[in-house]
């Protein structure tokens, strides 16, 4: 597990990801040999390709997991039950690890609209609430 500060790293995303104020999102974990249970992360940043968590768990580099998210807004909520991953970057924070998880493409999506159609989705709704929560933030700026 290397850890990278931000001098030091280069950017590897292949687009921007945006801040999830608003996205819930839960892990997999596996309890016992045949019991599991979802656990509630915080997630930092979202895009369609992927999803950066703050957990407690141990996840090695390259691991299979499986996470649940729901974007809830005033007007409802988008959600994706199960959405598989691959852990792909390992970082300590305290005495919890921040991970960068990659959304498994192949992976089909629930009921009528593809995975990436969903995801896509949430991306840009997300991308519009930043959008509004900036332009507000500016006006009270200037209006003081």
Do not use: C
């Not at 104020?21 to 016992?32: C, D």
């Not at 499986?66 to 970057?89: D, N």
């Not at 009528?112 to 991308?127: C, F, K, N, P």
Request: charged content about 30%; aromatic content about 6%.
């Amino acid at each position: 597990m290397t850890q990278v500060t931000p001098s030091e790293g280069k950017e590897r995303r292949r687009t921007y990801r945006y801040p999830s104020a608003e996205l819930r999102t839960k892990l997999r974990t596996k309890r016992g040999l045949f019991g599991e249970s979802w656990d509630e992360v915080s997630s930092k940043d979202f895009n369609h390709q992927g999803i950066s968590i703050i957990s407690p768990d141990v996840l090695k580099e390259g691991a299979s997991i499986l996470l649940s998210i729901e974007l809830v807004m005033e007007m409802g909520s988008v959600t994706i039950p199960k959405l598989s991953g691959i852990v792909r970057h390992v970082k300590t924070v305290g005495r919890q690890y921040r991970y960068g998880i990659e959304f498994d493409s192949s992976q089909k999506g629930q009921g009528s609209e593809s995975l990436q159609a969903q995801l896509l989705r949430i991306e840009e709704l997300v991308d519009r609430a930043q959008s509004v929560a900036k332009r507000i933030q500016q006006r009270n700026s200037s209006d003081s």
